[in-house]
């Protein structure tokens, strides 16, 4: 089957607008367009869609790129990363969007619309109560030139509007929810160009994907009804158009689309509460993907599978149990040094080495994010922990011998499980459970945890000799 996009090299980009955080369903599509440029031998290109001073912020444009970078999102070429077809930031390709612009009105395809903020929404208004769908009602459309010039030196500000035309239809395939069709009689006129002078969104997107050589837009399903827009827009400008595809909403458990009233929604807080970029990719992948393939991928295996016709139209579900079993995956697979930087922000400070890798040989296997970790730093480099209910029945059941043994055998052995647990068999006889169980509840305050002789390790002598010898 031909790939969308046709025979050209593949290029693909993302280009979000730095006006907040950047979100799951942003992240999906960043992941989604790299997989998609990548599993062809394509480019995959960043743009900043940063037109709209007022809402852009620079601060929000390097938080993007820097949650894109510790996802392992990289592009070929972008603000950082200029080539020919750049600037990537939308706020330094001015020059162009005048150029094309000035190619728009030379066809007469845009005019300029001095309707105010107030007019535009009482007509809005208007429409909704006579029950249609508000679009602009074309008041400057026909204006005559007189009228026009005699304005523009009033100084009025002027948004410029393209000029739909009449009684068309725009179809096009979307390589995600197949064939559409538009009536041009339902687009109003629409704004290219705001009154400060810079380019609107529709003009911008779609003229840079055509001038950066995308072949492939793949975007968020709120962007389809853009499409017939910016098509309108490439075909008065005779530039080849990418082809477009739409991928569902991300949604919460309710159905409605995924918000802080579900879950942290901003990679940001992903990342900060410990999560590690692969779980989340590996759950963003199959968020509105399907594939055949189980475990944990890699981003070189996510780009082999991923095919743009396993795309579901669709919602699909965001579900933080699930990405907490890819995290469990992930943190399983953590490679030492990683593990030792994971954990670094909760162990004390001055731990020495030995007692810092015991601690997390024990806890990794345990762990789902740091914060469960937390509890058993106390436990472990703490003072004595009360006992829990089920601890202290066990510790009750041992009786005074077994202990005396066990905190006879930790100050000599230097918190060695089998040489403790060897002198307390021999001195009562103990075995299995009963052997293991009380050593345990001593030591930890709990009836269950991680793997007690790494525990045991990373606990200083001391107090694991003073903590059996409590009950002796
Ligand atoms: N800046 C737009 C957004 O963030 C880009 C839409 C697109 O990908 O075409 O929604």
């Known amino acids: 089957m031909p790939s969308p996009g046709g025979e050209r090299q593949r290029v693909t980009r993302f280009a979000p607008s730095p006006t907040g955080e950047l979100h799951l369903g942003n992240a999906r599509t960043a992941l989604f367009n790299l997989l998609l440029a990548r599993g062809g031998g394509g480019r995959f290109l960043l743009r900043i869609e940063d037109t709209d001073s007022e809402r852009s912020l620079e601060a929000h444009a390097a938080a993007l ?5 510790w996802l392992g999102i990289d592009w070929d070429a972008g603000p950082d990363r200029e080539d020919e077809r750049g600037p990537y930031r939308q706020s330094q390709r001015g020059a162009l969007y005048t150029q094309y612009l000035a190619l728009l009105e030379g066809q007469g395809a845009v005019y300029p619309c001095f309707c105010t903020p107030l007019e535009l929404e009482l007509s809005r208004r208007a429409q909704l109560t006579a029950g249609r769908p508000p679009r602009y009602a074309g008041t400057c459309r026909d204006l005559s030139p ?37 009536l041009t009689d339902d687009i109003g006129d629409f704004v290219v160009r705001r009154a400060d002078g810079s380019a609107a969104f529709f003009f911008s997107n779609a003229v840079d994907d055509a001038l950066m050589g995308v072949t492939q837009a793949l975007r968020g399903e709120d962007h389809l009804a853009n499409t017939p827009r910016q098509l309108l827009i490439l075909r008065a ?6 082809a477009y595809g739409h991928v569902a909403l991300i949604v919460g458990a309710d159905g409605a689309p995924l918000s802080k009233r579900h879950a942290a929604v901003s990679v940001r807080e992903y990342r900060e509460r410990g999560y590690q970029p692969i779980a989340l990719l590996n759950h963003l992948f199959r968020l509105g993907h399907s594939t055949a393939l189980h475990g944990l991928l890699q981003l070189s295996e996510m780009a082999r599978a991923f095919d743009t016709a396993h795309l579901g139209r669709a919602p699909s579900r965001f579900d933080e149990p699930q990405l907490r079993v890819w995290q469990k995956e992930a943190v399983h697979r953590l490679p030492a040094e990683a593990a030792r930087g994971w954990l670094a922000p909760l162990l004390p400070a001055g731990l020495d080495e030995r007692a810092r890798d015991a601690f997390i040989a024990a806890l990794l296997p345990n762990v789902v994010l740091p914060e469960d970790a937390r509890p058993w730093v106390d436990i472990v480099f703490g003072g004595p922990p009360p006992l829990e209910p089920a601890a202290e029945e066990a510790v009750r059941g041992a009786g005074a011998g077994y202990f005396s043994a066990a905190a006879a055998a930790a100050a000599e052995s230097g918190n060695d499980l089998p040489a403790i647990a060897g002198a307390v068999r021999a001195a009562t006889g103990r075995s299995g459970a009963s052997l293991y169980m009380p050593l345990r509840a001593a030591l930890t305050g709990r009836a269950h945890g991680p793997e007690l002789a790494p525990l045991l390790k990373a606990m200083p002598a001391g107090k694991a000799r003073e903590r059996l010898a409590r009950f002796a």
């Open 237 to 242: 400008l005779a530039l080849a158009a990418p």
């Open 65 to 69: 790129m820097a949650d894109l970078r």
């Open 146 to 182: 007189e009228e026009r010039a005699r304005r523009a030196a009033q100084g009025l500000p002027a948004t410029l509007r393209f000029r739909v035309p009449r009684g068309e239809r725009v179809v096009f395939e979307d390589f995600v929810h197949g064939a559409q069709t538009f």
